[in-house]
């Protein structure tokens, strides 16, 4: 069995320095994503402050990615499913 650096011996130079670059690319990523996620959690906090329902933003939010047509589906399979299950 190779030891860890008998292992990175093998890797070459060349592909050890592009692993870095490629941690440490993904780790500003990460660290970008976790600020987003705190500016977004904020603008949610500002909703409710403002009376707004935070809830039903981001259902809003999640249905203006969809087009009409998957929204359209989408609402016509809820429909059906809950008239199957006695909820209409």
């Keep these: 069995m190779l ?7 093998q ?3 060349a592909t050890q320095e592009k692993l870095r670059q490629y941690v440490a690319r993904i780790e500003r990523l990460e660290a970008e994503k976790a600020e987003l996620a705190a ?7 500002e909703i409710k402050t403002f009376g707004l329902d935070p809830k039903i933003i981001r259902k809003v939010v999640s249905l203006r990615k969809k087009d009409a047509n998957e929204r359209a589906e989408e609402e016509a ?6 008239e199957v299950v006695g909820e209409s």
Excluded: I, P, T
């Excluded at 399979?77 to 809950?82: A, C, E, N, V």
């Design 3 to 9: 030891s860890d650096e008998q292992r990175a011996d």
């Design 11 to 13: 890797l070459g130079q």
């Design 39 to 45: 500016d977004v959690r904020e603008v949610y906090a």
């Design 77 to 82: 399979l809820l429909d059906m499913y809950l």
